[in-house]
């Protein structure tokens, strides 16, 4: 077939919009023998510049071959125009969790990353568990941030009060446009993260559940706390809103640790992280998956692979750690579970390596599971 300029010239437009690497290449697909595969963007914070925009961390998703996600802020309201942050003094970039997986050539010669005392025994770096992000990480609760109590900060304070009156004037057409985008580029938003606090008003909580529902998100996602009167609140928000509150724990958790949210409100669900529960008690965490699951209250779940305790609770590359991340997937196929089952990207990222290279390594790890 012969192309004059013309039409060499309109390919060139057509391959200029498609994203990085994915040339001619299949939308993604993450979802292996019904078990929806996706990922957390958190994943993708080696280059917060790009994570943070929509526009490139589609192309980081599309790249990875991920058809679905839990999205982070401050995505979706940046991509909104939402007003921006004043910088945090003292505070760059989202770093990796902690001390993890970096082994070096050929591995040490004791398991996991312990070490071997002068005496012949063996024992566990300190610190010896990496517990990745912290509560906070977005603007979306208008929570977190640098300064302790009794220390207002006057700048913040304007720019939380000028975020607030942007939230609640700002059309849900700009998240639906999102969406759009995404979809159309094979990537769908299951989840989106939150920080909410028990100081914002009942219009910032239909808000937020309005950006997810907007966003195509079944869910939301947070931290796990103590708190009754939150979780009661928030878990019927989420009924309002038709949606899941599905609640985040790290190494602290337990079999019954959901327990009392689930009871408090049917809205509330769980978001269990799979590695952190089993570098925190030493168990698979199946029992809790399978608890759970029958019980009709899993929202979605973490995936990572650590060891236990007793080999130092590291983030390991998957395939090294202890976590039995392929029969978990298996249990879901069997088992015809419809929630996602994410990749969190938590071990330190080789030399010479991308977060978009280590999701995908994650992606394969799950299809090869459920061949």
């Known amino acids: 077939m ?3 300029r013309r039409d060499f010239g309109k390919l060139a437009v057509a391959a200029a919009a498609l994203p990085t690497g994915s040339l001619l290449a299949a939308k993604p697909n993450s979802n292996f023998g019904g078990v929806q595969i996706g990922a957390i963007t958190y994943s993708y914070r080696d280059k917060p510049e790009l994570a943070n925009d929509a526009h490139e961390l589609l192309k980081l998703l599309v790249d990875s071959n991920i058809s679905a996600i839990e999205l982070m802020p401050p995505v979706a309201e940046n991509f909104a125009g939402a007003p921006a942050a004043p910088a945090r003094q003292g505070r760059g970039p989202a770093g990796p969790g902690g001390p993890g997986g970096g082994r070096g050539p050929g591995g040490p010669p004791t398991p996991a990353g312990m070490v071997t005392n002068p005496d012949g025994s063996v024992s566990c770096p300190v610190p010896a568990i990496a517990e990745g992000r912290g509560p906070g990480g977005g603007r979306q609760g208008g929570g977190g941030g640098g300064r302790g109590a009794g220390q207002p900060n006057p700048e913040m304070e304007a720019y939380q009060a000028e975020l607030k009156k942007w939230r609640l004037s700002v059309s849900m057409d700009k998240f639906k446009a999102l969406r759009k985008l995404y979809n159309d580029a094979g990537v769908s938003i299951y989840c989106h993260k939150l920080t909410p606090s028990m100081a914002m008003s009942d219009d910032e909580y239909d808000y937020m559940f309005n950006v997810a529902g907007a ?3 079944n869910q939301v996602s947070l931290e796990l706390n103590g708190d009754r009167a939150f979780l009661k609140r928030l878990g019927d928000f989420a009924l309002k809103h038709k949606m899941l509150a599905a609640y985040h724990y790290h190494t ?9 949210a689930l009871d408090i409100s049917k809205g509330n669900a769980v978001n269990l992280d799979c590695g952190h529960y089993l570098a925190g008690t030493g168990l698979s965490p199946i029992p809790v998956l399978e608890k759970y699951a029958k019980m009709g209250r899993i929202g979605s779940l973490h995936l990572k692979d650590r060891t236990t305790p007793a080999h130092c609770s590291q983030n390991l590359s998957w395939g090294k750690g202890d976590t039995p991340i392929g029969e978990i997937l298996k249990t879901m196929r069997k088992n015809k579970w419809k929630f996602p089952a994410s990749i969190e990207l ?18 394969e790890f799950c299809q090869k599971a459920l061949a």
Request: hydrophobic share 40%; with cysteine; aromatic share 10%.
């Open 2 to 4: 012969y192309l004059n």
């Open 215 to 217: 966003l195509g998100a």
């Open 252 to 260: 602290t958790a337990t079999i019954t640790a959901w327990d009392e």
């Open 346 to 363: 938590e071990y330190q990222i080789p030399e010479g390596s991308t977060a978009v290279a280590e999701v995908r390594k994650c992606v």
